[in-house]
């Protein structure tokens, strides 16, 4: 298709729904946004609209990428395309990454035209509140796609205004990473301003905003920013809790616990496929990936992984497969932002500043929920190589693993990836093919 995936006349769709719960998506029709977005209920549409976009590249491609390039998890497929994320050797022909370039570009097509149109909706059921926390969680929205686009390829186009015409975004060069990660901050400032300070674990509120602003310092090394805000949400102990035992969050049909700041809701009119990927044949899934050796072994150690090794179980052919993941139908959260990652990214924060008391106690909260002993590192590399270690075990199965070790320069001691090229994923093949202003990523 000779056209940027997110350009495409789909991309102006907005989901419409009759359900109560406002991020319920029951899809009946696709119609244009600019039909749409002229009073409170279509301006709702839209940003559900944008929702629906952000979880289905959130579903399983883009999770994918950050646990499969890790060290965590095996292909048992037959697809070798999957094989590239793990052999670190991705060529641009790769169909996950096309399709989450589009999904994500898509996703801020729906976003620009809520933020374009929402504050010039003329409607008296359309109060400045609810404009403004609307406008708001289109902001934030952005900046989640815009850091996601970030980690994966660097720099990318910066798109801020709605497509209306594939042609529209045609000849735009990609912004470098330093200007990528200028837009998230700028977005996520300006949802700061427009959101409520309330806890939604589904939809964007100003707790969410520091959350993400939290893991934007750490990966931009301001440390004393990532551990400021890691603590204004951490301090909210009766919104925001770690739960016992470690599964009690996704265990048990459990949705929207404690333990979340920020996930995404599926149903049986939209099922999460992650499911499908992970359970066993005599669960109705395929098994495609499953924890690799390694990782069992860690999580099966009840001195190091502890109650964590609800993650993993065993099927009718004494294979191991994840079983974060496991509702049939696929109606499983995604989490995006746990309170278990705000603990660790203060503690990491905390370590780089010097602060090594304060950083073994957020370390041992972890630990001691996963019924584990605490640990008695003093030195600050001991430290941050077990707030390494710790997050590879807390969030085996969540997208974290492959981003971890390259912002943090571990990527070639780890995962012996030796090509800094290959810290970065190829533009798709496609892409480039559609537009002569798009440059490759070096080394591929």
């Not at 990428?65 to 052999?87: H, K, P």
């Not at 042609?167 to 409520?196: C, F, H, M, W």
């Not at 990491?348 to 370390?363: F, H, K, N, P, V």
Request: hydrophobic content about 40%; glycine content about 4%.
């Amino acid at each position: 298709m000779k056209a940027f995936k997110y350009i495409l006349a789909t991309a102006l769709s907005v989901i419409l729904t009759s359900c109560g719960n406002f991020l319920e998506v029951e899809p009946r029709a696709s119609i244009s946004d600019q039909q749409t977005i002229i009073d409170k209920a279509s301006s709702e549409n839209a940003l559900r609209g944008a929702y629906d976009a952000l979880r289905a590249y959130y579903s399983v491609n883009f999770q994918s990428i950050g646990y499969l390039s890790g060290d965590n998890i095996q292909w048992t497929g037959s697809q070798s395309q999957v094989q590239e994320f793990i052999n670190h050797r991705v060529n641009a022909e790769n169909s996950t990454i096309a399709s989450v370039w589009s999904g994500i570009y898509t996703t801020i097509n729906r976003i620009n035209h809520v933020i374009d149109k929402v504050p010039a909706v003329k409607d008296p059921l359309l109060t400045d509140a609810v404009r403004n926390q609307m406008v708001g969680e289109a902001y934030f929205l952005r900046a989640l796609a815009y850091f996601d686009l970030v980690r994966v390829w660097g720099g990318v186009p910066i798109i801020t205004k709605p497509t209306s015409t594939p042609d529209d975004n045609r000849g735009i060069a990609r912004a470098t990473q330093e200007e990528i990660y200028a837009q998230v901050i700028s977005d996520l400032e300006k949802a700061e301003t427009l959101l409520p300070a309330t806890t939604d674990r589904y939809r964007a509120t100003r707790k969410t905003v520091w959350a993400l602003k939290a893991r934007y310092y750490l990966y931009q090394k301001n440390h004393a920013k990532a551990e400021e805000f890691a603590d204004k949400v951490i301090a909210d102990a009766t919104s925001y809790k770690l739960l016992k035992p470690f599964n009690a969050f996704f265990a048990n049909d459990v949705r929207g616990s404690e333990e979340s700041v920020f996930e995404l809701f599926y149903s049986i009119n939209e099922t999460n496929s992650h499911r499908g990927q992970w359970q066993p044949q005599q669960n109705g899934g395929t098994r495609q990936w499953a924890p690799n050796d390694a990782l069992v072994e860690l999580l099966s150690d009840p001195t190091i992984g502890g109650t964590r090794s609800a993650l993993v179980a065993r099927d009718n052919q004494n294979r191991w497969y994840g079983n974060l993941y496991y509702r049939s139908p696929g109606t499983d959260p995604t989490y995006v932002i746990r309170i278990a990652e705000l603990y660790l990214i203060r503690a990491e924060a905390r370590a780089q500043l010097g602060s090594i008391t304060e950083a073994l106690a957020d370390l041992n909260i972890i630990r001691e929920r996963a019924g584990i002993a605490k640990s008695l590192a003093t030195k600050q590399a001991d430290i941050l190589l077990a707030i390494e270690n710790e997050r590879r075990l807390e969030f085996a199965l969540e997208p974290h693993r492959w981003f971890d070790l390259v912002r943090t320069g571990r990527a070639e001691s780890v995962l012996k990836v030796t090509d800094p090229n290959k810290l970065l994923l190829p533009i798709p093949a496609e892409q480039l093919l559609a537009d002569k202003a798009l440059k490759q990523n070096p080394g591929y």
